[in-house]
């Protein structure tokens, strides 16, 4: 009996892994936008969405030199960096002698409500996200 209820688990299995496929999201269909109050920043929702509860993946362009200013997230964000390199610092202001470089192929993880800001020092650089929603961008300062 043992037996036939593992069979019949694993042809279930089988059978919905056979069901499921993937679903790329290739460079050239992501869409783009660029918040108003950050010139050079560009971000597209590739996975989830922010006001949408469960696991999200957002894709981050920075153009040299730009700083995103201090902010928080309701969330813990893994942070990976694809391209270039982002000065990451702590703090509810920017202070340039405490950024650390994040280069090219390392992550790194913004705890839920910890105010940081991120820094293209040395040029453009990509980055991506990932977390739980629904989620958010507070900048400090603001209501």
């Known amino acids: 009996m043992v037996f036939a209820v593992m069979i019949i688990g ?4 089988h059978s919905y892994a056979q069901a499921i496929k993937p679903r ?8 783009w936008n660029s ?12 996975v989830g969405a922010q006001d949408k509860p469960g ?8 153009k040299t030199g730009v700083i995103i200013p201090p902010h928080t997230h309701p969330d813990e964000r ?7 390199t982002v000065y990451v610092g702590f703090g509810e202001v920017f202070d340039a002698s405490k950024v650390v470089a994040v280069h090219a192929g390392s992550v790194y993880v913004v ?3 910890a ?11 990509v980055y991506q996200e990932s977390g739980t929603g629904p989620t958010a ?5 603001s209501k």
């Open 24 to 31: 790329p999201v290739s460079p050239d269909s992501v869409q």
């Open 78 to 84: 893994n942070t990976t960096v694809l391209s270039g």
């Open 111 to 113: 705890p839920a409500n």
């Open 35 to 46: 918040p108003p109050a950050l010139p050079g920043v560009q971000a597209a929702w590739l």
């Open 10 to 13: 694993i042809i279930a299995n």
């Open 115 to 125: 105010a940081h800001y991120i820094w293209a020092k040395d040029g453009d650089a």
């Open 55 to 62: 696991l999200y993946i957002l894709r981050v362009k920075l």
């Open 137 to 141: 961008n507070k900048m400090i300062g």
